[in-house]
């Protein structure tokens, strides 16, 4: 017989997310998501929505009018571009130095784009250089990748693969899931015409919902299509008529997760982004000269590397599993695995948004050397004294 009595109520547990994400979440956040659910077109939502793209333009650092929430998690915003902006036989260029330029691949391929690969090792920059070369040999119509790799914590240069771009005629599409509201990305600065995020993670929000902006350059590739697009629920020429003056019932809003959103923004916006990127970088070297010193090694050369996503080398014969689930149960700090070729090899350490504090540094450096010091692991003192300079100078 069903009984309903054993199902209790939801109380996962307190943790400190220091993953690739989702990110710790505010209780501003999460406050105003409890707000009372409303109809997706009731003029009170209508006015949250305007609020939250221009909060969006703000952080995406661009004037750009299609800027709007995709309802779905970061690979929607990902697909919504592709879809919107390759038709068959297109040329797109893709980056690849991780698994999320592996994504953007099958994509294209997906949709009848005429893929062209350009590998670069995992863990390292994408090399404009080796762009440009492959750029100029292919005029491609779309240069596509990810500005901060979330599966190894390389970070790319965005001015000049912008410029590569520019050089042969090409919309410049970029995955900003990571980095959007963590570093300076700006989309205007940048000359992007396509790109993408997530909630989750440098913007402390839950997962389910995904920014993107598009240039007027993009806008113009959407309009002229032969073809319509493959997606109906990501066409963007239907989208952006709900946000739009027309408000064009398209599909049903996530309105709760619009109103966490938009806190989330406000956060950024009264922090200052400035002062958002500032604090970013000090805990991201804070953490990792705590990890040298205690005679680790990070997998990204330091001018490569994100502040918000940190690789660690794990040490020969130490249990990347046994590592990562001592922090879970012992501290109830959650970690991330290596992805693909890096599976057992690294652990991902995120400082994204409110979990990017000095106290977080603290505690995971403290942790992750008590757990290796257990094992037998040679680890040498002072990690956290290494910290405190950083945080000190």
């Given amino acids: 017989m069903f009984d309903p009595l054993k199902y209790r109520d939801v109380d996962p547990g307190f943790r400190v997310l220091m993953g690739p994400g989702p990110s710790d979440v505010s209780a501003r956040v999460l406050q105003a998501m409890a707000s009372p659910c409303i109809g997706h077109l009731d003029p009170a939502f209508l006015e949250i929505m305007d609020q939250t793209q221009q909060l969006l333009r703000h952080v995406f650092q661009t004037d750009n009018a299609l800027t709007i929430p995709v309802s779905g998690t970061g690979s929607a915003g990902m697909e919504a571009c592709f879809v919107n902006l390759v038709e068959p036989g297109d040329k797109v260029l893709v980056c690849v130095n991780g698994v999320f330029g592996t994504r953007m691949c099958d994509i294209v391929s997906r949709i009848g784009g005429e893929l062209i690969r350009v590998d670069f090792p995992w863990g390292r920059a994408v090399d404009p250089q080796i762009v440009r070369q492959k750029a100029s040999a292919a005029r491609p119509r779309i240069l596509a990748l990810v500005h901060a790799e979330t599966s190894t914590g390389a970070c790319s240069p965005l001015a000049e693969l912008s410029q590569v771009a520019r050089e042969v005629d090409a919309l410049f599409l970029v995955d900003m899931v990571t980095s959007l509201g963590g570093m300076p990305a700006g989309v ?159 652990w991902r350490v995120g400082l994204m948004g409110a979990s990017c504090t000095r106290g977080n540094v603290v505690l995971f450096l403290g942790a992750l050397y008590s757990i290796l010091n257990q094992m037998g692991a040679q680890v040498t003192p002072g990690a956290l004294e290494a910290a405190g300079a950083v945080f000190d100078d």
């Fill in 188 to 346: 205007a600065e940048n000359k992007i015409d396509a790109a993408y995020s997530g909630t989750q993670k440098c913007l402390s929000c839950p997962p389910g919902l995904s920014p993107i902006s598009m240039s007027p350059q993009a806008l113009d590739k959407l309009k002229s299509r032969k073809r319509p697009v493959v997606s109906w629920y990501l066409d963007l020429s239907m989208v952006q008529s709900y946000w739009g003056k027309e408000r064009k019932y398209h599909h049903t809003a996530p309105v709760n997760m619009m109103y966490g959103l938009r806190e989330a923004l406000r956060v950024i916006a009264e922090e200052g982004l400035e002062a958002r990127f500032a604090r970013h970088a000090v805990n991201h070297r804070a953490l990792v000269a705590g990890v040298e010193a205690m005679g680790l090694s990070m997998l990204v050369p330091e001018k490569e590397r994100l502040p918000m996503l940190n690789a660690i080398c794990i040490p020969e014969g130490i249990s990347d599993a046994g590592v990562r689930s001592a922090l879970l149960k012992t501290y109830r700090i959650e970690i991330g695995a290596g992805l693909g070729e890096l599976a057992g090899k690294v």
